[in-house]
């Protein structure tokens, strides 16, 4: 017996954010196996990638949010994962990004953070939201400043090491 998680679209003036489906696999799979996912624990094999996958979707069944596929709203192509996510050794629910290759350097983490950060507050009601970066990770320390995230700390996970905190604007300052 299957439970469906119901997982909202996002969109913006390029970008959908929405569940991921098998069809993704293939893109996130191609991520997960490269090095652009060093900063995330990678690279993965393909069995890790789609239980990672999976994971991303589960995490919507078990915290009632979760992070989007971002894909391009004309082809429909994978460009990424964004959302809040909220691991149990996380210090707090964070707005986390990550794009594949083909949308680096194009805005995509940024449009598709902002839409998350305003989920987070209009919609789940948060009034404060973090992001976690590696150190030397300095396209997503970009964004996060983009965003107007102030760095807040740091906090040591066994797995990725050292991650610098940067918290981003309150609800209140955005409006």
């Known amino acids: 017996m299957t439970h469906p998680v119901l997982i909202p679209t996002l969109e913006t003036d390029r970008l ?14 191609a991520f997960c196996q490269s090095e652009r996912s060093a900063g995330v624990g990678g690279p ?4 890790q990638a789609f239980h990672k996958l999976s994971a991303i979707i589960g995490q919507w069944s078990l ?11 004309q082809s429909n192509e ?10 149990i050794t996380w210090p707090e629910p964070e707005i986390a990004w990550t794009v594949f290759a083909a949308a680096e350097g194009r805005g995509i983490a940024y449009e598709a953070a902002l839409a998350a950060r305003g ?5 789940l009601g948060w009034d404060s939201v973090i992001s976690c970066t590696t150190p030397g990770n300095d396209r997503s320390v970009a ?4 965003m107007g995230a102030q760095r807040d700390g ?22």
């Open 154 to 175: 740091s906090f040591h996970h066994a797995d990725y090491g050292e991650l610098l905190i940067w918290r981003h604007p309150s609800r209140g300052s955005l409006a």
């Open 63 to 73: 915290r009632g949010f979760g992070r989007w596929m971002v894909a391009d709203k």
């Open 16 to 29: 959908v954010l929405r569940a991921p489906t098998a069809t993704d696999l293939d893109a996130y799979a």
């Open 143 to 146: 964004l996060a400043r983009r």
């Open 78 to 87: 994978p460009l990424g994962i964004v959302g809040p996510f909220y691991p």
């Open 119 to 123: 989920y987070v507050y209009d919609t």
């Open 44 to 47: 993965f094999t393909l069995d």
